[in-house]
C-alpha cells in the first residue's frame, strides 16, 4: 500500500481531478446562467457539449487546427443561439414545464442526430498538439492540456464577471435574472439578453469541450450526458443561479471524484466514484436547498 | 376547420401505410425463410454490432437461396437493433418473434444474449451465438448455441500468455462494472493467474465513464506487470489514448471485443503494447478475405459499418460462419420450420472460415483454438502473435 501513495501518484491523479473540475466548470456556467435568467434547466446543453466534440472532429479533418478552433467555437455559438430560439422562445409564457420537456427534446434530438451521423461508432477526437504536449509536473509526466485548463477557467471566469458587473448587457442580465416581467416593462429588450445569455453559455462549453475531448478523446453520441449531469449537480451543489459557486462545486465535485477513483484497487471503492456525486448532491439539497451560495428566495407578497 | 384537415391528413397516413403493409406482402408468392439478425447497430458495442452483421450481409449475398424438397426459399435477414443495452434487448428480441423469423443470430455482447435469450426461448426459435462467449448465454437456455470459444478458455489463453511471455507477476484487471462480460473474464483470468502463483489486482469503472487516468496511474504505481482490460470498444478506445499520454509501457491484454478498428486506429503511432485473443486472423483463408474486402470496398455503407478501412476483424468471419451454420441447420431440417430447426442443430456440423464448428451438449461450440494477435502500432495493422490451442485446465 505504501508504494501506491508516492508523491508522485498523489501530484497525478490531484492534476487530473482540478482539470476535470475545470471542464466541469465550463459547462456549469452554461446551467446556471440559464437557469438565473430564465428558470429554466437547460437538458440540451450536455448534449450540445458533445455535438461540439463531434465537429471538432469533421473541422479539424479540413482545416487546420488554428483555424478549426475559432470556427467551432462561432458555429457552437450559433447552435445555442438557434435552439433557444426554436425550442424555448415559443414557449416563453408556456408553464416552465412546457420549455423543460422540450429541452429534454433537443438533448433526444442532439444524441440521436449524432448516432445517425457517427453510426453509433466512438469517434476519436483529433490530437490538438500544442495541448497535448507532454510535460513534468514534479516528476510526474502529465498533458500540457491539465495544467492550462484551470488556468483557461479562472482567466474566462474573470472576462464573465466583469461582463456582467460592468458592461450594459450584463446589468440588463442582472436586471432580467432579478425580475424578468418588471425588467420588461422598464424596457429591455428580454429577447436578446436570453439569446446573449445562450451564446454565452454555448461558448463557454464549446471552449470546455476542446479541453474535455482533448483529454478524453473517444466520443460517443452519449458522452455528453454524464459531464452534463455532473456540472448540473456542480451548478445545484454551489446554488444554482451563481456563477461563482457553480464554478467552486464543479471544482469540488472534479477532484473529490478522481480521489475516489484513486483510492487502492482493494478498497473496492473505485466504482461508486459517480454515486459520489449524486450522493452529494441528495444531501446538498437535504441539508441546504440553496446551495452553497443561492440567493434566498424572498417572497414578496 | 384546422382540426378536419389535421384527422384528414391522420387518416391519409394511416391509410398509406396500410396501403404499403398489403403491397408489400402481396407482390412476392415466393418462398421466403426469415433468419432474425440480432445484434446492436447502436450504442457502445455497435462498432462490433455492424461489423459482425456486415459478415451476415456478405454471406447472404453469396448465397441468399436454399432447396428444401424441390423447392427455392429466399433468405431473407431481419435485422432488430438491441442498443448494446440489455434493458432493450428483450424488445429487441420480441419484435424479431414477431416478425415471424425461424432462427435467430447473434448478439455481440454477452449481456444483451442473456437478457434477449429467454424471449427466443419462449418463442421456441433456436438463437445461435456469433461472438458471445460468457458462459451464461447458454447455461440454462436450451435454444440458444454459439459458435465461439467459451471466456474461461479465452481468460485461461491469456492468462498463460502473460505469464508465459512476459513473465508477468503483477496483473491489474480493469472492467466496467455490472457488465457480465468484463466481470466474468476478469473472474476466471483472476482464477487462472492466481492458482499459478500471481497476484490480480482488480478495479471496476462505472458505466459511461471516461476519465481512465486515475486507474492507469493506478496501475502503475501498484507495480502492474500486464494490464487486462476486457472492455466494450468505445471504453477500450479512450483507455488507449489515455494510456499513451501517460506513458504506460506495461503491456495491455485484451480478449475478442478489442479485435476492431477502432481500437487499432487509437494505438497507432504510439508506444503502446496491445495483445488480443481472437476467432480470426487476417489470412486464414485467402478467398474469403478477397470476397469480403471486395464487398466492403464496393458498398460504400459497408465502409462506413467497418470503420472506413477494410481490415477484417474476426467478428466479420464469424457473422459469415454463422450465416452458413443456421443455412446448415435449415437444410437438415427441410423445412423453415423452427421447430424442425430446432431439433436439428445440434448435429450440425460445419467447416467455416474460421475452423470446424459442432456442438457440445451444452450448445456450445467445440473450440479448442484462439488467436493472440498483437498491433502493429507503426502501421496500424493486427501482426499474428501465437496461435494458442487449449491449455486443459
Redesign the interface.
Known amino acids: 500500500m505504501e508504494?501506491?501513495f508516492?508523491p508522485?501518484?498523489i501530484v497525478?491523479?490531484l492534476l487530473?481531478g482540478i482539470s476535470?473540475g475545470g471542464q466541469l466548470a465550463l459547462i456549469a456556467i452554461g446551467y446556471t446562467m440559464v437557469y438565473g435568467i430564465l428558470r429554466l434547466i437547460n437538458f440540451a446543453h450536455g448534449d450540445l457539449f458533445m455535438v461540439v466534440g463531434l465537429m471538432g472532429i469533421y473541422v479539424c479533418a479540413v482545416l487546420p487546427t488554428y483555424a478549426a478552433i475559432p470556427i467551432v467555437i462561432l458555429i457552437t455559438m450559433g447552435l445555442g443561439f438557434a435552439i433557444e430560439r426554436a425550442a424555448y422562445k415559443p414557449l416563453r409564457s408556456a408553464p416552465r414545464m412546457s420549455a423543460m420537456i422540450s429541452a429534454i427534446g433537443v438533448s433526444y434530438l442532439l444524441q440521436n442526430t449524432a448516432?445517425y451521423v457517427t453510426?453509433?461508432?466512438?469517434m476519436?477526437y483529433p490530437t490538438i498538439e500544442t495541448l497535448?504536449r507532454?510535460i513534468n509536473i514534479m516528476g510526474t509526466?502529465t498533458?500540457l492540456v491539465v495544467i492550462l485548463t484551470p488556468a483557461l477557467v479562472l482567466v474566462l471566469i474573470v472576462l464573465l464577471t466583469q461582463l456582467i458587473n460592468h458592461t450594459k448587457i450584463g446589468m440588463a442580465m442582472r436586471a432580467v435574472s432579478k425580475d424578468f416581467e418588471t425588467s420588461r416593462l422598464m424596457g429591455i429588450k428580454i429577447n436578446r439578453v436570453i439569446s446573449t445569455t445562450f451564446v454565452i453559455g454555448s461558448a463557454l462549453a464549446a471552449v470546455g469541450a476542446i479541453l474535455y475531448f482533448t483529454?478524453?478523446?473517444?466520443i460517443?453520441?452519449?458522452?455528453g450526458?454524464?459531464?452534463g449531469l455532473k456540472a448540473f449537480v456542480a451548478a445545484v451543489f454551489g446554488g444554482i443561479g451563481s456563477i461563482p459557486g457553480a464554478v467552486i462545486g464543479a471544482f469540488l465535485i472534479g477532484i473529490c471524484?478522481?480521489i475516489i477513483?484513486?483510492l487502492?484497487?482493494?478498497w473496492n471503492v473505485?466504482?461508486?466514484?459517480?454515486?459520489f456525486t449524486f450522493a452529494l448532491l441528495i444531501i446538498i439539497l437535504t441539508c441546504k436547498p440553496t446551495g452553497l451560495f443561492g440567493e434566498k428566495a424572498t417572497d414578496k407578497v | 376547420m384546422k382540426k378536419m384537415i389535421a384527422i384528414l391528413l391522420a387518416v391519409c397516413m394511416v391509410l398509406s401505410l396500410c396501403a404499403c403493409g398489403s403491397s408489400g406482402s402481396g407482390a412476392s408468392d415466393e418462398k421466403v425463410i426469415k433468419i432474425g439478425v440480432f445484434e446492436p447497430s447502436s450504442g457502445d458495442s455497435a462498432s462490433g454490432g455492424k461489423k459482425e452483421i456486415l459478415g451476415m450481409q456478405y454471406a447472404n449475398s453469396q448465397v441468399p437461396e436454399v432447396e428444401l424438397n424441390g423447392e427455392t426459399y429466399k433468405i431473407e435477414l431481419v435485422l432488430a437493433d438491441n442498443g448494446s443495452s440489455t434493458d432493450k434487448a428483450p424488445s429487441a428480441a420480441s419484435s424479431l418473434v414477431s416478425a415471424g423469423v425461424s432462427v435467430v443470430l447473434g448478439s455481440y455482447g454477452s449481456g444483451v444474449s442473456i437478457a434477449g435469450g429467454p424471449k427466443f426461448e419462449e418463442a421456441g426459435i433456436p438463437a445461435i451465438g456469433v461472438t458471445c462467449t460468457n458462459p451464461n448465454v447458454t447455461a440454462g437456455n436450451s435454444y440458444y448455441f454459439r459458435i465461439c470459444f467459451l471466456d474461461n478458455f479465452q481468460a485461461d489463453v491469456l492468462a498463460n500468455f502473460a505469464m508465459d511471455t512476459f513473465d508477468a507477476k503483477v496483473a491489474y484487471c480493469l472492467g466496467e462494472s455490472g457488465n457480465e462480460y468484463d466481470q466474468g473474464l476478469i473472474a476466471f483470468f483472476t482464477q487462472v493467474f492466481e492458482a499459478a502463483g500471481g497476484k490480480v489486482i482488480t478495479d471496476s469503472f462505472p458505466k459511461n465513464n471516461s476519465d481512465f487516468n486515475s486507474y492507469l496511474n493506478k496501475a502503475k504505481s501498484e507495480g502492474a506487470d500486464v494490464i487486462f482490460t476486457p472492455v466494450s470498444i468505445a471504453y477500450a478506445v479512450q483507455i488507449m489514448k489515455q494510456a499513451a499520454s501517460l506513458g504506460i509501457e506495461a503491456p495491455f491484454l485484451g480478449s475478442d471485443t478489442l479485435d476492431d478498428n477502432m481500437v487499432l486506429e487509437a494505438v497507432k503511432g504510439t508506444d503502446l503494447k496491445l495483445y488480443v485473443s481472437t476467432f480470426y486472423q487476417e489470412g486464414g483463408s485467402p478467398e474469403f478475405d478477397e470476397g469480403i474486402k471486395a464487398y466492403i470496398n464496393a458498398n460504400s455503407e459497408a465502409l462506413t459499418a467497418n470503420g472506413g478501412n477494410d481490415t477484417i476483424s474476426a467478428v466479420t468471419a464469424m457473422g459469415y460462419d454463422a450465416y452458413f451454420v443456421a443455412l446448415e441447420a435449415i437444410k437438415k431440417a427441410g423445412s423453415g420450420d423452427k421447430a424442425a430447426i430446432m431439433a436439428a442443430l445440434p448435429d450440425v456440423t460445419y467447416t467455416g472460415v474460421s475452423g470446424d464448428i459442432a456442438f457440445d451438449e451444452q450448445g456450445d461450440a467445440v473450440r479448442d483454438t484462439a488467436y493472440i494477435k498483437t498491433a502493429d502500432t507503426a502501421s496500424g495493422a493486427w501482426a499474428l502473435e501465437t496461435v494458442q490451442t487449449g491449455s486443459g485446465s
Open positions: 508504494q501506491l508516492t508522485e501518484y497525478s491523479i487530473s476535470l448516432t453510426g453509433g461508432q466512438p476519436t497535448n507532454t509526466p498533458k483529454t478524453y478523446p473517444a460517443t453520441p452519449t458522452s450526458s454524464m459531464p471524484e478522481t477513483k484513486g487502492p484497487s482493494s473505485s466504482v461508486f466514484s459517480d454515486a
